[in-house]
Structure formats: structure tokens, C-alpha cells
């Protein structure tokens, strides 16, 4: 065995988005892709020497081959350790947490989370730091340089590691430990919840279904929910994770789990429904014929935060994505916390979680979470709304509408146009950029427009100073009207128009969301000339 220095030569566009560099499995796939990203990161970072790593992934089509890859680069570029899930699999916040649980340098989390997998499908990588977090800017804008100006690559020519049995070796001088996905996770979520309450309620005749979408969720929900808590066997649906997601496209929203909405819209239907994503870091709550807005389920878990254990001390602060609707700052105003508004993508949480700022973080795309890791957690707000369900004794649908009843109702949608062309999108938001000035005062909507800019953050933190986050336009009502092109697609370009509007009158609260946000939604198309920029009259996703 022995390290073999390989040429390369830089290849283009291996500039992590959103959550990391995602492609398609063809593009990894090519030579050197994978392996010039994974160098780039070592290099990036510095020494990784005699450090230890955490890695895994969901488990899609081309995880346990880049694994190998992985952990054959590692230990040629002296790596210490690599903790590595059994099989290749480890979620995304289970990854978090064995980083923050055994103290590691960090991790690289295989996964193109909500993008469809298999042969034809989406891959990604990213490399989350020693607080369990995504990298912050500073460090992929590194990785991104790095991969400009790389030239060699280090790999052992050892035979592909047994990833399949726990337990302790060695692969080229580098220890590898193959540990359960699922064990020290399980662990930190009976810390936080009250389990024995739980366990109870669904003792008492209450049932759940929990729909892994064939991804990596499946393991840890049938861990927790079927082991752990005691639902009866089948309350975990689609519970293998597939290489393909058994061709379901692993996205937890009314569009793509119509599986999970059609059995919760049934007679005699579970009292909870609930779905994760490819990696297991999103969740959508479903009631009974209710979709909980994620917007709405970060607010109700903040007002509701000290039900579970392991928040009964009350919460420091929430942080929401900019996009994510108002309904938590109502909530944050009430308790006495600040609110913080951050740019799309969950990097940006890091540090406010780390200063002790904020505890509870949300955005609008299914993303909720918490200071015990540092990613969302997909199963972590299952176990929240399962706690406040079995401490209230309420229903789903009573906890929502008394929530809006107390705090108002902010109606919320968010229109997609996905695999648009690049340069219309790129026009598209020129043109809206250039508007903006001249908004500020006009009538939208019948609304007023209050404030028009595109989106800037200052960390309050580190002082950093992120720009052009999304262009918003924001009423004198607080109805609000956001435009961003997404970071985490590998066709085309995605236009996300984000439709918020607030309703104190309850009276008014059971009016079906896209008539609420109509006169919204008109705006949005013909202020942005959507149609005749893109071709699209209609989006192609509306959750
Ligand atoms: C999307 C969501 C964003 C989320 C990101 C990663 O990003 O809008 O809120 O953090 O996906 O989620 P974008 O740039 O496409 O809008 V995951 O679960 O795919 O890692
Ligand atoms: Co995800």
C-alpha cells in the first residue's frame, strides 16, 4: 500500500452553493471531478494531519463508490481517523452531531439532499466544520479557489474498505471506525424530548405515519419512532433508504409526498403525518386536510418551546432565513427574544447559534432546527410537534388555528420556476434590481410599498457583510414580495417568488392561501415580467 500522486488540472465551476457542490452523478463521475473537490477541501483547510473526520451521506446513487474515494484520500493526506457511518450512511444532522459529539475536526457529508438521486440523478458533497456546521463563506470561498489552481491529488492505492461492519481498522496506516448512523443520535433527541410522554400518548390510541421518502430518514425513524417510542410497525413508510429514493423525488412538501397528504386527508387518518428529505435535515408536519407552513411550525415550536425538556429553560432568540415568513418575530416580540433574519442556507445560522443568540432557527423550505446541532433536523421537529402533541393533549389542526387565532395569520406560499434559462433568470433580476429604487412609495398590490433593496447580512457576529440576497419589497401592511434564484440546482436556473401576507382577523384565517395571496401573486409575475422574460405563465412548483 502505498500513496500515489496524481495529476490534475483544474476543473470549472466546482463553486459550492447553497449546501455545497451539487451535479449530476455524471459530472462526479468523470475523472478527478470528485477527487480534485475532496483535495481542495484538504488543502483548503490547511493540516488535516492526525485529525479525525466524520463521513457519510444519504445513501443515493454513487455514495458508498465516493466513499471509497474518500477515505483513500484521506489517509494518503495523513488523516488521522475517519468515523464513517455503516453502509455509507449517516443523515445530515447525524452527521452534525457525531462531529459535535466526539469532538471532530469536521466532516464531508455526501448528499444532494432534496434533488432526485439515482443514475440520472443529482450528487453533492460538502464539508461541515468542527462545530457540526456547514462550512461558513470564508471557508468554500477557499475550497472554490483551491480548485482553481490545483495540480496533484493524493490517494492510497489500498483495496476499497469493509464500511459495512462496525467495529475498528485500519486502511493505509489511517484509522477507520464504522460506527451505527443512528446511536449517538438517538441518544442526544431522548435528552431533548420527553419520550416517556410521547410514548404514552401514542399508547393511548394516538397513531403517526412517517414517510422516509426511500431516504436516509428511514433508518433513524424506525429506530426512534418504532424501537424507541412504540408505534406500531408501518407507521414508518418507505423506510429503506434506495439508491434511487425508489424514484421518489425526496423533497417533504404537498407536491412531491402527495402519498403521505393523501392518507392524512383520509377518513380514520393518523394524528400526525410527517416526511423527511433525502438527507433526513428537512421535515414537513401534516395535519388533518393541513399542511403546517414550515414558516408557522418554527413559530409554534418557539411559542411552545419549553414543553420539551430539553428547552424548558425558555430560548435566547430565533433566527428564520429572510424569505421565511413573519410568524416567528411575532412570536420572538411576545416572549422577549430577539429575532434574527439571516440569508438563505443554514451556514448562516453557525454563528448565531454558536454566540448563544439564537436557539431555534427556521426556514420557509421545510428547514427547522435547533442549538443542539448545527443543521436542520428533519426528525428532531417530527419529535418537537410530537412532544407538544402528547403535553397539550391537542390536536395538529388546534394547535395551528389557535396559534393563528392568538398571533395572526401570515399566509405564505412560495412560487417556483424551476430549469428556467440562466441568462433570462440573470435578467430577470437585473431588471427587478434596477426598478427597486423607484418602488419605494408606489401602490402594489393595494398595498404601499414600504422598503425595496436587495437583501444584504451583517453578521452580527463576526461582522461579515454577505450581498444580494434576494430582492424583497416589503408593504406598509408587512405583506411582503421576494425574489431569489435558487443555489442548489444543477439545471438551468430557479426563480423562487415568495408570497407573504398578513391577516389579524381570524375570521379571515380559513381562506385557502392562493386566494388570499392573489392580488400578490398577480404583482409578483407582472412586476418581474416572469411570462415574457422566462416563457412560463404558470410556476412549475407552488408550495
Ligand atoms: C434551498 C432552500 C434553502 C435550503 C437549501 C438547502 O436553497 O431554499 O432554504 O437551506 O435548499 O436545503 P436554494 O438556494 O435552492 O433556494 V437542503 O435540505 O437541499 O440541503
Ligand atoms: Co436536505
Known sequence: MSTQTISTQPIAGQKPGTSGLRKKVGVFQEPHYLENFVQSIFDALGDVKGKTLALGGDGRYHNRAAVQVILKMAAANGVGKVMVGQGGILSTPGTSCVIRKHKLSGGIILSASHNPGGPDGDFGIKYNIDNGGPAPEKVTDAIYARSGTITQYLISD?????????????????????????ADYSELMQQLFDFAAIKQWLASGHRIRYDALSAVGGPYGKHIFEDLLGTPEGSVVNGEPLEDFGGHHPDPNPVYATDLIAHLDAANAPDLGAASDGDADRNMIVGHKLVVTPSDSLAIIAAHATLAPGYKQGISGIARSMPTSQAADVVARALGVPCFETPTGWKFFGNLLDAGKATLCGEESYGTGSNHIREKDGIWAILYWLNILAVTGKSVNQIVTEHWAKYGRHFYSRHDYEGVDTDAANKLMDELRTKLPQ??????????????????????????TTQKQGVRIIFEDGARLIYRLSGTGTEGATLRVYLESYEADAARHATPTQEALADLITTSRDLARIAPLTGRTEPTVVT
Open 158 to 182: 489500498a483495496a476499497d474498505y469493509d464500511i459495512d461492519t462496525i467495529g475498528t481498522g485500519t486502511l493505509d496506516g489511517m484509522t477507520v471506525e464504522v460506527i451505527d448512523p443512528v
Open 439 to 464: 418602488l419605494v412609495g408606489t401602490q402594489l398590490a393595494h398595498r404601499k410599498v414600504k422598503l425595496a433593496d436587495d437583501f444584504a447580512y451583517h453578521d452580527p457576529v463576526d461582522g461579515s
